[in-house]
């Protein structure tokens, strides 16, 4: 159920008394989501999947820049839930981010109404459960940001416009995954992929002559995977929020997470062709196949399932090198995208971040810097804003690994608000690794095999890298990126590998300022559930 709007509701006007300062212009947009569980067959086996208004995978959300979201979800699963927003920056307001070290989780029979702003943003994304391993079950769909009206976007309207989420899956539910892990072991491989949440017969339908854009993003929960179509290329045109150089590939590596918008142009003999999309670094590779089909099609798909990469690791190397922005097309703004000159604001810090695994007490950990994540009792920023002490200390983690031993701690780093950092993720392991962080977008400069130093700056993309959320680490290599710290905020860092963040692979960056100006961060919404030791509050003075 959607409607939009600027009239009608209760919700409404408390919204427009709340934010009439900064967003009474843009348009609200309402949705009213019910979580349940419900019976699937992503493998030919039934399985309890977690489902959003009876839907595996979720509903998108459609928005325009700038909109504001208003989605009601309510929690009919017997355990607490939230609903987090890949790629989606959540400006000024970390309170509704849908994290656990940020929004409070919503009990069973309950229901949170999240108020967000996709503020000057475009692009694709998705959303996604975020507690326990609810991610393992479904709960996920597609999230995309058009842009408003007079904002030329660099590439003619298509025909369609698909959400294509593909994603690694298991035969165990989400609650034998998390006992597994909670029991200290690790996850098996995977048992398929999905495509749109089918392992078979998922059908993208085109007519001759005509171009459609594909948004493409890995909901999976650990492999990389490649995507392509049997006798088509697809022209990459965005990269998660960032309008790239539009460059023909006959296949597209996507790493957990990460989310693509390619162009194809049904420019064949009118019959099915295969999508087709496989594990990458695996040892025992996994493919599914989908259908294009092209309208009065006939002819079911034949031939040779067309082959990909599988374990090369250079091939992925160039072509994350060659995914580049094309620095004269619009962003979410009219002004050109290369107009922010990145590569010449001085670095104000370099934080190096390096993965480790190793056992804790017997069990399975991971971690970061040494430290390896555990939740609080409350959610990192509301202890904030209460100024509730002993929740978690600020600067629990290092700045650069130590390779030492893994312990456990509630990681938060503290980073200053408006400043030009650095950030070197380091993998010494023989896994490709993927990194997330909440509520920005950064600039991918550069990444290569071995051990990062300071010279290897020299070799640093500063004049189109991409600009994204997402980003790969290929194994024994290293990436490093560049962020500006305009979003104050309590901001999730972590392995998108599902059972690494799990584990503890994640920590949170503590964007802060000392200005207590609504110019720089949103107090916290008068509708927060208040949890831990935050219950009982009051999100606004008595
Ligand atoms: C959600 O769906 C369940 C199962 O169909 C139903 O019992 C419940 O009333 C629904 N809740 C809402 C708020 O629609
Ligand atoms: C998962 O499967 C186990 C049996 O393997 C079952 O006991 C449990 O209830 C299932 N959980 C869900 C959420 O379906
Ligand atoms: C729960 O949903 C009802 C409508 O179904 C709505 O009136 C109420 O505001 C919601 N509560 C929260 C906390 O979002
Ligand atoms: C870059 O964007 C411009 C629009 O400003 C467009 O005309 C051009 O074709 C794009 N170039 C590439 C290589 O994508």
Avoid at 228 to 256: A, P, Y
Avoid at 513 to 524: A, K, Q
Wanted: hydrophobic letters at 35%.
């Amino acid at each position: 159920m959607m409607a939009v709007g600027r009239s009608g509701g209760t919700i409404l006007l408390f919204c427009l008394s709340f934010f009439a300062a900064v967003t009474a212009e843009s348009p609200y947009r309402f949705f009213d989501w019910n979580v349940t569980y419900g019976d699937i067959y992503p493998l030919g086996v039934r399985q309890q999947g977690i489902l959003i208004n009876g839907q595996f995978p979720g509903p998108d959300i459609h928005s325009v820049t700038n909109d504001n979201l208003i989605i009601n979800v309510h929690n009919s699963l017997d355990e607490p839930f939230l609903i987090s927003w890949n790629g989606v920056q959540n400006r000024r307001n970390s309170y509704v981010d849908g994290m656990y070290g940020t929004t409070c989780p919503i009990p069973p029979r309950s229901n949170y109404t999240y108020i967000l702003q996709v503020k000057d943003q475009i692009g694709s994304f998705y959303y996604f459960p975020s507690l326990a391993f609810h991610k393992a079950a479904g709960g996920f769909g597609g999230i995309r940001i058009l842009s408003r009206p007079g904002i030329p976007v660099p590439f003619a309207d298509p025909a369609g416009d698909y959400t294509v989420l593909i994603g690694d899956w298991y035969k165990f539910n989400h609650t034998d995954l998390k006992s597994r892990l909670d029991r200290g072991r690790k996850l098996p491989s995977p048992d398929g992929i999905l495509i749109n949440g089918r392992s078979n017969g998922a059908t993208l339908n085109v007519e001759q002559g005509k171009t459609y854009r594909l948004r493409i993003s890995n909901v999976g929960l650990q492999d990389s995977l490649n995507f392509r179509i049997q006798n088509h290329r697809m022209k990459l045109v965005e990269v998660e929020g960032t309008h790239t150089l539009q460059t023909m590939f006959s296949s597209l590596d996507v790493h957990v997470g990460q989310s693509y918008s390619v162009l194809i142009t049904a420019d064949q003999s009118p019959r099915d062709y295969y999508v087709v999309v496989s594990s990458r670094f695996t040892d025992k590779i996994i493919t599914t196949t989908g259908v294009l089909r092209y309208s009065g099609s006939s002819t079911p798909a034949s031939g040779p399932i067309p082959g990909g990469p599988t374990i090369q690791v250079d091939w992925s190397l160039n072509q994350a090198r060659a995914i580049r922005t094309n620095l004269t097309a619009s962003g979410p703004r009219p002004n050109p995208q290369g107009s922010y000159h990145y590569g010449l604001i001085p670095l104000i810090r370099t934080i190096v971040f390096g993965s480790s695994a190793g056992q804790i007490n017997g069990k399975q950990r991971y971690g970061v810097n040494s430290v390896s994540f555990v939740p609080a009792d409350t959610p990192l920023k509301l202890a904030d804003f209460f100024k509730i002490s002993g929740v978690y200390k600020i600067n629990s983690i290092s700045d650069k690994p130590t390779y030492g031993g893994l312990y456990l701690d509630t990681s938060v780093l503290q980073v200053d608000y408006r400043t030009f950092i650095e950030i070197v993720f380091e993998n010494q392991e023989d896994i490709v690794q993927s990194y997330h962080l909440n509520g920005y977008s950064f600039w991918v400069v550069g990444m290569d095999g071995g051990q990062w130093k300071t010279g290897s700056r020299n070799g640093y993309n500063l004049r189109d890298a991409v600009s994204r959320s997402t980003v790969q680490v290929y194994p024994k290599s290293w990436t490093a990126i560049y962020i500006a710290l305009d979003n104050v905020g309590m901001w999730n860092l972590r392995s998108e590998f599902w059972a690494r963040q799990y584990l503890g692979q994640q920590l949170y960056l503590r964007v802060f300022t000392s200005s207590t100006s609504l110019r720089d961060e949103y107090p916290i919404p008068k509708n927060s559930r208040l949890c831990g030791r935050a219950r009982g509050r009051h999100t606004r003075p008595l």
